[in-house]
């Protein structure tokens, strides 16, 4: 696996969504038109910001950019934020409410998600300070702000900005069904010459039109240099532009709510990444930390 193009570990600046999880679990199938049972818990969470804290806990200094309502779900998710040693320039908008995602969690910790991106949708209002993007640094990209036309502007004219000072990058496309209704071809064009793409397997044969783990990464290493692929039950694989894919299997865990483990393998792969440590490495620290997300109820254990 290649290692970024400096020697010393860069900073990262995360660009992407700072939402609050609202996370149902569910005692019986939804009874429709009357009550369920259920329980129910408020958490931190957005897909860049779960990943921003585990490139934190990863040993990375984190800058993240982001927009949030000026309410308290928006206070909240600053405050958590700095508890994690990350930098944030999050701009908080009046009239505008901060992003929530209701995630429903069955029996089997597997979840469904209604997502209102509230003032992610915003990114053009972000102030950028001068100074953030800086030559040998990394940029992460949410493929959430890619997927709306409002947040999708602003985005590319920061990535714009980081290939111009020589930052290396980094992709995750986060969820299939906004992916497929961008479509495989616009998202690629938008993230060409990135250096690591973290993606789920279903996410991953969108972008690569192919079936198999393998030939999926493999075949996305045309356009990445780095592939990361989470295959759930399966464990994980890596493959990098030229070289052969490697595998690991999953580590032992007991799975309690999988909000946010995808967010904690791509931190915690990229981490190790950017430390310039080996694909055997970099796939079980994403591993390691997806199986402690799993074992959890919300995106964020605690440390």
């Known amino acids: 696996m290649s290692s970024p193009i400096s020697t010393k570990v860069p900073r990262v600046v995360v660009l992407g969504d700072v939402m609050t999880d609202i996370v149902v679990r569910l005692a019986a199938q939804v009874a429709t038109f009357s009550d369920t049972p259920a329980k129910i818990s408020l958490s931190p969470g957005g897909s860049a910001t779960n990943e921003a804290v585990w490139l934190a806990r990863g040993g990375i200094a984190v800058d993240l950019v982001a927009v949030v309502g000026e309410d308290q779900l928006g206070r909240d998710a600053v405050r958590e934020l700095r508890k994690e040693g990350i930098v944030a320039h999050v701009t908080s908008l009046k ?10 969690v069955d029996a089997d910790g597997r979840r469904s998600m209604l997502t209102d991106r509230g003032a992610n949708l915003d990114l053009g209002a972000a102030r950028i300070e001068e100074g953030l993007f800086r030559p040998g ?23 714009r900005q980081a290939d111009e000072v020589g930052m290396t990058k980094s992709i995750d496309p986060c969820s ?11 998202f690629l064009s938008w993230t060409k010459g990135f250096d690591v793409c ?5 996410e991953g044969r969108t972008l690569a039109g192919a079936d198999e783990p393998e030939e999926v990464a493999l075949s996305l290493t045309k356009h990445y240099q780095t592939v990361a692929l989470t295959l759930g039950d399966r464990g994980a694989l890596a493959a990098t532009r030229g070289g052969a894919a490697l595998m690991l299997p999953p580590l032992p ?51």
């Not at 970099?282 to 919300?298: D, N, Q």
């Open 95 to 104: 009239g505008r409410t901060s992003g929530v995602v209701i995630s429903m």
């Open 176 to 186: 299939s069904g906004p992916l497929s209704l961008a479509g495989a071809d616009a």
């Open 198 to 202: 973290c993606a789920n397997l279903d």
């Open 253 to 303: 865990a007991t799975v309690v709510d999988t909000t946010g483990a995808g967010d904690a393998f791509c931190g915690s792969f990229l981490a190790a990444w950017l430390h310039g440590r080996p694909a055997s490495e970099a796939l079980r620290a994403g591993l390691e930390a997806s199986a402690v997300a799993v074992a959890t109820v919300g995106a964020r254990p605690a440390r």
């Open 137 to 159: 640094d990394h940029l992460h990209v949410s493929g959430y702000e890619l997927f709306d036309e409002e947040s999708r502007l602003p985005a590319l004219e920061l990535i």
